[in-house]
């Protein structure tokens, strides 16, 4: 059981906190993971009363969970709420707020806070803390979790990173990637490392090459100049699939503690080899979905439709090829791609096996990993088919899911939140991993913003645009679509 601590969370009335946040520390709370005096401070900006707080937590609760939660626990749990306020007009807010944390001898004094809010208000709240002495660790622990993004290219996240670190040291700090408290996510590194079989096939000598997917079928919706400013590329590459190509091919830990697992993946994000700008055609692809039609919803508006502007270049579809400088992945491309109003949605990992044999027409062997919707591990190998004489071979499915129905469902954010308040910094990004993962990114997010030519349309609910197999490196190489 961790220790007692009071977990800050600002932004609180917010939207990620009311549809994760407070919902996964209620379900924390249930599965008995919050220690008996942990304390949740919830911090908004608007002035409402305790009781507005707790039946807006009971109406949080109740959409979550469809009204079926133990009234019991909620009785617990709102127990454990309090609402505090940190009037924007009000210069002595901050003063307030510490008065009440370090003198009120409710609140356990190890603190963790979780910054809900905009990424504008990171480092303001970091330096507010700090000024009213909230961040010292001269006698208990205190730790600030961090949402996404963590900038928005290398400079932005190496300022951040200066603000903040006049504070803290890395050990306090915990930027989040969600993805990384994804179960299926987590699984990837216990399949490679717990089954003697991958280790000597998963190389250079025995791997074609492999495919990172995220692909939707919605559309970007309402966030239009959110998605606008920031493209396929920062919102998703830059972070989750990346953090999917650390886990796939990173050497093995020295230990499985979150220190050594994260010395491996940094290592690894470092070994990414620049894309030479010079022939980005042949290593990046970009596209915008244009109207069509997604299965259950029908006809859809295209991407510059929904933004009312047609000049926009910024894409709704990624596709990147990249080279590791390891011995293990010398020459192997992997290729990672991102899309929105695809005809399917997936996210999922496809390793695909060289074909040694003289008989070349034999079918490939697959491997792949199913993140979402469905967790699987699926493997696809070559069998005879029964009869007489005749050899025929065929492709035969072996696909495992890695979730049953009777397995505890666990939303990325309640791991995470638990990974906090427990201490435990496996599951969040180092500086370094954000730094390697924006180097990599800068150059090709540079290039295509100066290019303002008309990108390439795909229409909403078809496959990936063919036009995106430019970046293949031989003609055998194609997109595969899930399994
Ligand atoms: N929503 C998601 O699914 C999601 C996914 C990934 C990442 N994120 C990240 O998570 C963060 C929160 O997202 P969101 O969608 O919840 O944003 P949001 O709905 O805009 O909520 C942010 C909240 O922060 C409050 N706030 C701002 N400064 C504050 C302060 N000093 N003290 C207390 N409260 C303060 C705001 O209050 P006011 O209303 O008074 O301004 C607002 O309620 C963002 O960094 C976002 O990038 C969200």
């Known amino acids: 059981m961790a220790d007692n601590s009071t977990l800050v969370l600002f932004g609180a009335r917010g939207n990620l906190s009311r549809i994760k946040l407070i919902p996964g520390l209620f379900h924390l709370d249930e599965s008995g993971k919050l220690s008996e005096k942990m304390k949740i401070v ?28 133990d009234l019991k626990v909620f009785d617990r749990f709102i127990k454990r709420n309090i609402y505090h306020s940190t009037l924007p007009d009000d210069p002595d807010a901050f003063k307030k707020f510490s008065k009440l944390l370090l003198n009120d001898s409710r609140f356990p004094k190890n603190f963790a806070f979780f910054l809900s809010v905009r990424p504008s208000d990171f480092a303001k709240i970091v330096d507010q803390l700090a000024e009213e002495n909230l961040l010292n660790e001269d006698k208990y622990w205190r730790r600030v979790l961090i949402e996404k993004p963590f900038g928005t290219n290398l400079k932005s996240a190496i300022n951040l990173q200066a603000s ?13 990637d969600h993805y990384l408290g994804k179960s299926a996510l987590q699984n990837i590194l216990w399949t490679r490392f717990s089954n003697s079989i991958f280790e000597h096939m998963w190389n250079n000598e025995h791997i074609d090459h492999i495919q990172i997917t995220n692909h939707e079928t919605l559309g970007v919706g309402e966030r239009t100049e959110f998605y606008d400013a920031t493209g396929a590329l920062r919102d998703m590459t830059q972070s989750h699939l990346l953090q999917m190509l650390a886990l796939t091919t990173m050497e093995k830990p020295k230990s499985f503690s979150p220190d050594d697992i994260r010395v491996e993946k940094i290592k690894l994000l470092k070994s990414i080899r620049p894309i030479p700008i010079n022939k980005i055609h042949k290593y990046a692809f970009r596209a915008q979905y244009k109207s069509g039609n997604i299965e259950k919803e029908g006809h859809v508006k295209g991407y510059l439709e929904e933004l ?6 910024v ?28 005809n399917q949605s997936g996210t999922f990992i496809s390793i695909k096996f060289k074909n040694n044999q003289d008989n070349k027409k034999l079918a490939d062997n697959w491997l792949v990993f199913s993140i979402q919707p469905k967790e699987s591990t ?19 499915k072996l696909e495992g899911m890695n979730r049953l129905e009777q397995d505890d469902k666990i939303d990325a954010y309640e791991t995470l939140m638990l990974d906090l308040i427990e201490g435990n910094q496996s599951r969040f990004l180092h500086i370094d991993e954000v730094k390697a993962a924006w180097s990599l990114i800068d150059p090709i997010i540079e290039n295509w913003t100066n290019n303002k030519e008309k990108i390439h349309q795909y229409t909403a609910g078809t496959l990936d645009p063919k036009e995106s197999e430019i970046i293949f490196e031989n003609q055998s190489q194609f997109w595969r679509e899930g399994n």
């Open 42 to 69: 919830s911090v908004g900006r608007q002035n409402i009363s305790q009781n507005e707080w707790e039946n807006e937590i009971k109406d949080m609760l109740e959409k979550k969970f469809n009204k079926k939660y």
């Open 164 to 176: 903040i670190s006049k504070h803290l040291k890395e050990t306090q700090i915990y930027r989040i």
């Open 308 to 313: 009312e502007n047609d000049k926009s270049v």
């Open 315 to 342: 894409e709704t579809y990624a596709a990147i090829k990249i080279f590791l400088d390891t011995p293990r992945w010398k020459n192997i491309p992997i290729y990672l791609r991102t899309a929105k109003r695809l």
């Open 378 to 396: 699926y493997f696809e190998i070559q069998t005879k088919v029964p009869g007489l004489n005749k050899v025929d071979l065929r492709s035969t």
